[in-house]
């Protein structure tokens, strides 16, 4: 009987360099995966948007493709806040997700706009009890890895970018 | 009008919860056969539905379509009903209102419901990782919320800065459910019981949580059998255990839609109950025992407050007061809950069926007196849904 050759491969070979849709911690932002994708080009000129219903006038976060409260389909793109105060705040030293660093600390944020009263923000740009129950945030957005697309033969390249907050010196 | 058929719990069992050296369906097995320990004289082939509750089953054992699975390994040959379902932390107590639906109408006559999940991976990040999956994905997941430690912390700073609840208060919450838990063969952190002195002292896992406010991941399945009243009472001479009411309640997914004033307050808790307990034409006054959902201690005290078992807001010192005791106004968790039994979590709500029927039928190991009405609650990830099933020794008329 053949002795069982002790295999120089640990791991799982297809994923050296390869994209897998099933990891990614990050949205598909480009068009061809979804319709809101206004949301993540407005990310990309430093803007906070989400969509406004122009039959009902509700405001929702995040943007959608029909008015949760009426279920039109003519909505809008309109401005939201940047800033915004701290409620509640929370830093987590062990388990933080792959790809986000210790401590990582998340924060129950409030704007003053009907559509964010409540929001789970994370906080970067701060020393670990730094940030305190009442201070003030500001939106910053920054790039996360791209991804690739395969258009018929070819493959593009898609950046992509993303939003946090960060302490609004006092 | 035809008379209408009453669903009840027969019996149930559980695997081994805990780190696992099992594959999902290993520990189906074991479920299955905990089962049947449970019910004497159970076969696969008395069985026409089965209804898995999983939400791990795809990520971590590669195993989608699990119902087919586990129909394969237990040698069922479902005819009536045969599905996967998700609700996260709820999971089974769904897949109990699904089978209750169809034994009252008629569809089925024995449906197994089972809970599985297989949490544990060869490293531990992914694991973690994996949990991304269960909060909107592209907005909460996407600001680092995973496990669900920092967000009930929160939900505990808020509480304890509306209405003063203490970390002392919180621990009396695991400290009643460790003595309950410590009997549990099956329980994750099984024999062992726990003092307010260790409960304070322990490692900070998410300010102002220590290791034993929350509970751990685990890997376990659960099984039931619901069934028409005919049929239960052909498998098991025990007192029958009716399901009287249902409610399940979502309001939001992504923490933009929270329902609440402040994360301190559970509306869409307090709307589930209020339906589970119309169905049930019961009150809250009426439940003899609980099986509340302790993902955290601040949840169990919360989830007294919305479910009516005391005023909001007065859930600290109600916990510490003993009212959650055996002897007190509420037991509740009296097999340990999901701090000490653990929570794999499409399994947890079917293990706190088991428990409420055993209570129902004078054979639970930490009996309450007289039990007639109990009741199930869970809620779903980062509390985005709860779920409410309420008990009684008697049907609806």
């Given at each position: 009987?053949?002795?069982?050759?002790?295999?120089?491969?640990?791991?799982?070979?297809?994923?050296?360099?390869?994209?897998?849709?099933?990891?990614?911690?990050?949205?598909?932002?480009?068009?061809?995966?979804?319709?809101?994708?206004?949301?993540?080009?407005?990310?990309?000129?430093?803007?906070?948007?989400?969509?406004?219903?122009?039959?009902?006038?509700?405001?929702?976060?995040?943007?959608?493709?029909?008015?949760?409260?009426?279920?039109?389909?003519?909505?809008?793109?309109?401005?939201?806040?940047?800033?915004?105060?701290?409620?509640?705040?929370?830093?987590?030293?062990?388990?933080?997700?792959?790809?986000?660093?210790?401590?990582?600390?998340?924060?129950?944020?409030?704007?003053?706009?009907?559509?964010?009263?409540?929001?789970?923000?994370?906080?970067?740009?701060?020393?670990?009890?730094?940030?305190?129950?009442?201070?003030?945030?500001?939106?910053?957005?920054?790039?996360?890895?791209?991804?690739?697309?395969?258009?018929?033969?070819?493959?593009?390249?898609?950046?992509?970018?993303?939003?946090?907050?960060?302490?609004?010196?006092? | 009008?035809?008379?209408?058929?009453?669903?009840?719990?027969?019996?149930?069992?559980?695997?081994?919860?805990?780190?696992?050296?099992?594959?999902?369906?290993?520990?189906?097995?074991?479920?299955?056969?905990?089962?049947?320990?449970?019910?004497?004289?159970?076969?696969?082939?008395?069985?026409?539905?089965?209804?898995?509750?999983?939400?791990?089953?795809?990520?971590?054992?590669?195993?989608?379509?699990?119902?087919?699975?586990?129909?394969?390994?237990?040698?069922?040959?479902?005819?009536?009903?045969?599905?996967?379902?998700?609700?996260l932390c709820a999971g089974s107590n769904s897949a109990i209102i699904v089978a209750k639906g169809l034994v009252e109408s008629g569809i089925s006559e024995v449906v197994l419901v089972m809970g599985a999940e297989k949490v544990y991976m060869p490293q531990r990040w992914e694991t973690n990782y994996t949990q991304l999956a269960v909060n909107d994905h592209d907005w909460d997941s996407a600001m680092g919320l995973g496990v669900p430690p920092p967000f009930f912390a929160m939900i505990a700073r808020m509480h304890m800065k509306r209405y003063g609840t203490t970390k002392e208060q919180m621990a009396h919450v695991s400290v009643t459910n460790y003595t309950y838990g410590t009997d549990s063969p099956n329980a994750h952190f099984g024999g062992r019981t726990l003092t307010i002195k260790e409960a304070l002292e322990a490692r900070l896992i998410a300010d102002p949580f220590g290791l034993y406010d929350c509970c751990p991941l685990s890997d376990g399945a659960s099984a039931v059998i619901i069934a028409s009243e005919e049929r239960a009472?052909?498998?098991?001479?025990?007192?029958?255990?009716?399901?009287?009411?249902?409610?399940?309640?979502?309001?939001?997914?992504?923490?933009?839609?929270?329902?609440?004033?402040?994360?301190?307050?559970?509306?869409?808790?307090?709307?589930?109950?209020?339906?589970?307990?119309?169905?049930?034409?019961?009150?809250?006054?009426?439940?003899?025992?609980?099986?509340?959902?302790?993902?955290?201690?601040?949840?169990?005290?919360?989830?007294?407050?919305?479910?009516?078992?005391?005023?909001?807001?007065?859930?600290?010192?109600?916990?510490?007061?003993?009212?959650?005791?055996?002897?007190?106004?509420?037991?509740?968790?009296?097999?340990?809950?999901?701090?000490?039994?653990?929570?794999?979590?499409?399994?947890?709500?079917?293990?706190?069926?088991?428990?409420?029927?055993?209570?129902?039928?004078?054979?639970?190991?930490?009996?309450?007196?007289?039990?007639?009405?109990?009741?199930?609650?869970?809620?779903?990830?980062?509390?985005?849904?709860?779920?409410?099933?309420?008990?009684?020794?008697?049907?609806?008329?």
């Open positions: 009987m053949t002795e069982l050759q002790k295999s120089e491969i640990v791991g799982t070979p297809a994923l050296n360099n390869v994209y897998i849709g099933e990891m990614d911690m990050w949205p598909l932002e480009s068009p061809e995966f979804n319709r809101i994708y206004p949301f993540y080009d407005n990310l990309r000129a430093g803007k906070f948007t989400t969509t406004k219903c122009k039959k009902c006038g509700h405001i929702t976060f995040p943007p959608q493709v029909i008015c949760p409260k009426c279920w039109a389909e003519e909505l809008e793109w309109v401005e939201l806040p940047q800033k915004a105060k701290v409620v509640a705040i929370t830093e987590t030293q062990a388990g933080a997700p792959l790809g986000f660093e210790s401590p990582l600390i998340i924060a129950w944020l409030t704007f003053d706009h009907p559509a964010l009263k409540h929001l789970i923000g994370r906080i970067i740009h701060a020393k670990e009890g730094e940030v305190k129950e009442g201070d003030e945030v500001k939106f910053v957005t920054f790039s996360v890895p791209a991804n690739p697309v395969e258009v018929k033969k070819d493959t593009k390249i898609c950046d992509r970018v993303f939003y946090a907050f960060e302490p609004v010196k006092k | 009008m035809a008379q209408k058929k009453n669903a009840v719990i027969v019996g149930g069992g559980t695997s081994k919860f805990g780190v696992r050296q099992a594959h999902i369906l290993d520990m189906v097995q074991e479920a299955a056969r905990a089962c049947a320990n449970d019910i004497p004289g159970l076969k696969p082939t008395d069985i026409d539905g089965l209804i898995i509750a999983s939400t791990m089953a795809g990520r971590h054992s590669s195993a989608l379509n699990t119902a087919p699975l586990v129909v394969h390994r237990l040698g069922l040959k479902p005819t009536s009903i045969c599905i996967r379902l998700d609700t009472k052909a498998m098991s001479n025990r007192p029958l255990v009716y399901l009287r009411g249902t409610g399940q309640h979502a309001t939001h997914s992504m923490s933009a839609g929270w329902p609440g004033e402040t994360l301190a307050e559970w509306p869409h808790l307090k709307k589930a109950s209020e339906v589970a307990f119309k169905n049930a034409q019961l009150t809250s006054k009426d439940i003899d025992v609980a099986q509340t959902h302790d993902c955290f201690t601040i949840s169990e005290i919360i989830e007294l407050e919305e479910l009516g078992f005391c005023k909001k807001g007065e859930g600290g010192a109600f916990v510490a007061s003993g009212a959650i005791k055996i002897d007190g106004k509420i037991p509740t968790n009296t097999d340990g809950g999901l701090l000490v039994y653990g929570h794999p979590f499409g399994a947890s709500g079917a293990r706190q069926a088991i428990e409420i029927c055993k209570q129902l039928q004078g054979r639970a190991i930490h009996q309450v007196k007289d039990a007639k009405f109990g009741l199930t609650h869970n809620l779903s990830g980062t509390c985005a849904q709860h779920t409410v099933v309420v008990y009684g020794r008697e049907p609806v008329k």
